[in-house]
């Protein structure tokens, strides 16, 4: 439950998170790169792209938009909603 800062009123009391899968670790693989060399690529830490590839950090916007660069290929590529999600 999130609460409003102002009026304290109850302004969320159930929401979902979305399940993204993604394919940075096999990228990596594929390109025989490191996580920190990843890291250190697209200026995050070693920790955050390992967060992001076991599915315990989903990246912002801009984060993906540069793993993807990285990698030269699409976001779409590398970044995957599950179907349910898109219901």
């Known amino acids: 439950m999130i609460r409003c800062n102002y009026c ?9 998170l979305l ?3 993604n394919t940075v670790r096999v990228e990596r ?3 025989n790169i490191t996580q920190g060399k990843l890291a250190e690529g697209i200026g995050v830490s070693r920790q ?3 967060a ?4 315990k950090f989903s ?3 801009v984060t993906a938009l540069k793993i993807a660069q990285y990698f030269k290929t699409y976001v779409e590529e590398i ?3 599950d179907k349910s999600d898109l219901e």
Do not use: R, W
């Not at 304290?8 to 979902?16: E, G, R």
């Not at 992001?52 to 599915?55: D, L, Q």
């Open 52 to 55: 992001i590839e076991t599915g």
């Open 29 to 31: 693989a594929k390109q």
């Open 59 to 61: 990246p912002s916007v």
């Open 48 to 50: 955050t792209i390992h």
């Open 19 to 21: 399940d993204m899968q």
């Open 8 to 16: 304290n009123d109850k302004i969320l009391t159930k929401y979902k």
């Open 79 to 81: 970044f995957k909603l």
